[in-house]
């Protein structure tokens, strides 16, 4: 079974996405919580869970700051946001408090439980809408490597490299390129090592840096 905490400040969206969540079969809601204050509270008393799904903008303490405390005390426990925020500096702020993706609230069910087991496998979700932005910022943070480190890559990977920065899983990758998702997952792990990174953010902003994609790719 996958443990959950669902964190938010909306007490129909936290009912609402239990019901969501708890469609699947190997789903739990252990609890829910109102603040990050609540959340980890909830965790002393039921334990840490697999998961949290963490909104942003909440009173007392809010996600950005209840994601760092729960990183520090449960290192084991991962935070995939879910909101409504697509403000770049809340995407920043997320990830550099050790949030595994970013989704919003807009996302369907389907995909939203494809991310959770994704994360929970130590994949990074990024919602298409800001994985531009959040690339971009990433990458200007980095010192920008010697072009002549560039790795070669061949139109079929680049085209591969772009889908993945916008966001798309493997599966919707094969689906646009009309190929196999076990090709795809080929593709990208040979990619992976051939760029020296180990997931899918990493890889993108690598690829941001090198100049194999650019902005306008995303």
């Known amino acids: 079974m996958i443990s959950i905490i669902v964190c938010d400040d909306q007490d129909i969206v936290r009912q609402g996405l239990k019901t969501i969540l708890e469609t699947d079969d190997e789903i739990r809601v252990t609890a829910m919580a109102e603040d990050g204050e609540d959340l980890l509270r909830k965790i002393e008393s039921v334990g840490p869970p697999d998961l949290v799904l963490m909104d942003l903008k909440m009173p007392v303490v809010n996600g950005i700051q209840a994601t760092r405390q729960i990183r520090s005390r449960y290192p084991k426990t991962k935070i995939l946001v879910l909101t409504t925020y697509d403000d770049d500096q809340w995407i920043v702020d997320a990830i550099r408090s050790g949030a595994s993706g970013y989704l919003l609230k807009d996302t369907p069910r389907i995909d939203l439980i494809d991310a959770i087991r994704g994360t929970l496998m130590g994949q990074t979700f990024v919602d298409p809408s800001v994985a531009g932005k959040m690339m971009a910022m990433a990458a200007g943070t980095m010192p920008r490597p010697m072009e002549s480190s560039a790795p070669e890559i061949r139109p079929r990977e680049k085209e591969i490299l772009i889908l993945i920065?916008?966001?798309?899983?493997?599966?919707?990758?094969?689906?646009?390129?009309?190929?196999?998702?076990?090709?795809?997952?080929?593709?990208?792990?040979?990619?992976?090592?051939?760029?020296?990174?180990?997931?899918?953010?990493?890889?993108?902003?690598?690829?941001?840096r090198y100049g194999i994609i650019s902005l306008d790719d995303i």
């Open 165 to 208: 920065a916008r966001g798309l899983s493997n599966a919707d990758i094969a689906a646009e390129l009309y190929l196999s998702e076990g090709t795809v997952r080929n593709y990208a792990s040979a990619l992976f090592s051939r760029i020296g990174v180990t997931d899918r953010t990493q890889a993108a902003i690598a690829a941001l």
